[in-house]
């Protein structure tokens, strides 16, 4: 079974800090890693995705993020966040050649950016 | 373009009742898939259609049932409604050829049920 962790449900940070959030994963297959971004009141919008290749992905907005196999973790950073950051960030995966498109989610961490 | 767009936005239903939410996906796109956020939770897999066939489900009941569209739109629909039904549905949409890495997602349905 695949499972998606996000180890921090909140995290404050002052604007022009960097942020990281946290996710980890667990499948018994190869899988394909997102990050989606949900705005208040919005659906879901996809800041960046790892398929292969290069571990370090960079997507819209600024962020990127590192897929580290051996500590099955896909962690999002930004070196300098802003107020319109403020948002609810998602991980999740979806099984390579399988299962064809059926996303598995974490339960969200919702940055708050202060001024 | 204009993306996936659901209908309608907000929905307030009774306990016991049924809903009928709606979807259009993204031009050029020909699979749905329903999701189930419920406050301060990720979504969640319902279903997902294809040439008017339900193709995968995840573990939701019977009571939550879909249909597809020749035009490829598609209809999410919960009978006997339960408090705990009260959540955003998102639907999603992707062209069934492409490879398994992206889904554009709608702005979600918000359903309350009281």
């Known amino acids: 079974a695949q499972s998606v962790t996000q180890l921090d449900s909140q995290v404050p940070v002052f604007e022009e800090a960097p942020v990281e959030l946290r996710c980890n994963y667990s499948?018994?297959?190869?899988?394909?890693l997102f990050w989606y971004v949900q705005y208040p009141n919005q659906g879901l919008q996809l800041l960046l995705k790892?398929?292969?290749?290069?571990?370090l992905v960079k997507g819209i907005n600024g962020f990127e993020a590192e897929f580290n196999k051996s500590q099955t973790s896909f962690h999002l950073r930004k070196p300098s966040v802003h107020i319109s950051d403020t948002a609810e960030y998602f991980c999740?995966?979806?099984?390579?050649?399988?299962?064809?498109?059926?996303?598995?989610f974490g339960s969200g961490t919702k940055l708050n950016v202060k001024p | 373009d204009a993306g996936v767009t659901q209908s309608p936005t907000h929905l307030i239903k009774t306990r016991g009742q049924q809903v009928t939410l709606r979807c259009s996906p993204k031009s050029g796109h020909d699979t749905v898939s329903w999701y189930q956020q419920a406050l301060g939770q990720g979504p969640q897999f319902i279903f997902q259609y294809y040439e008017e066939e339900e193709r995968q489900r995840g573990n939701f009941p019977d009571r939550f049932s879909g249909h597809q569209f020749p035009n490829y739109s598609s209809e999410l629909n919960v009978n006997a409604l339960l408090l705990g039904d009260s959540a955003l549905y998102l639907c999603?949409?992707?062209?069934?050829?492409?490879?398994?890495?992206?889904?554009?997602f709608g702005q979600g349905t918000r359903l309350t049920v009281v």
């Open positions: 999603a949409s992707n062209p069934w050829t492409g490879d398994n890495t992206e889904a554009f």
């Open positions: 499948s018994s297959v190869s899988v394909y």
């Open positions: 790892y398929l292969s290749g290069s571990t």
């Open positions: 999740a995966v979806t099984l390579a050649w399988r299962d064809f498109n059926k996303f598995y």
